[in-house]
């Protein structure tokens, strides 16, 4: 097979993407690899088995040491007992991984979002506060540039002077009461 520079660079830039998941990633090819084994170790054995009752004292399994055929047969039936055995642990244990790694997801996927629900709330809440300081803020500016206009029109000098006039020749007139 021949790799061009743009299948390598492809594969360097997938390489870099899943770096922070590469032990899952590690887990899952080991867990791949594991399978095929699995998957070709029956057939593997089955062919010993045949070796076994064709071959007989000739055997692959006879030149380990097994000299009886019932001896062979055993070891071959352990052997295929075993690796289903081990096969099954293993996909039992990878069923429980991941469900496992489904709920943790799940869970952090619910405090991520109850976590950005609050934020968005909370910067509602803050946009509330904010516009109804700007509303009473322009209120007050609103009404005491009323009032100021209010007065400034509609209240000259000159009568203000003569209400303080009047109102201060009042309290000397009263002052003089209550002295004498």
């Given at each position: 097979?021949?790799?061009n520079h743009s299948s390598i660079q492809s594969f360097g830039e997938l390489i870099?993407?899943?770096?922070?998941?590469?032990n899952k990633v590690r887990f899952a090819s080991i867990?791949?690899?594991?399978?095929k084994v699995f998957d070709i170790a029956p057939e593997v054995l089955i062919g010993v088995a045949v070796d076994l009752?064709?071959?007989?004292?000739?055997?692959?399994?006879a030149s380990l040491g097994f000299s009886s055929?019932?001896?062979?047969?055993i070891y071959a039936q352990n052997k295929l007992d075993t690796a289903q055995d081990v096969k099954n642990e293993i996909l039992e244990q990878a069923k429980k991984d991941s469900d496992r790694l489904i709920i943790d997801l799940n869970?952090?996927?619910?405090?991520?979002?109850?976590?950005k629900k609050n934020l968005a709330e909370n910067k509602i809440n803050q946009m509330k506060e904010n516009a109804i300081k700007e509303i009473k803020d322009a209120s007050i500016k609103i009404?005491?540039?009323?009032v100021k206009k209010i007065i400034t029109t509609s209240v000259d000098s000159s009568k203000l002077d003569n209400l303080f006039q009047k109102n201060l020749d009042?309290?000397?007139?009263?002052?003089?009461?209550i002295n004498s």
């Open positions: 097979m021949k790799f870099r993407y899943i770096r922070p998941w590469r867990c791949s690899i594991l399978n009752v064709v071959e007989k004292e000739n055997s692959f399994v055929i019932e001896s062979q047969v869970d952090k996927f619910h405090k991520s979002s109850d976590l009404a005491v540039d009323s009042e309290t000397k007139e009263e002052l003089k009461k």
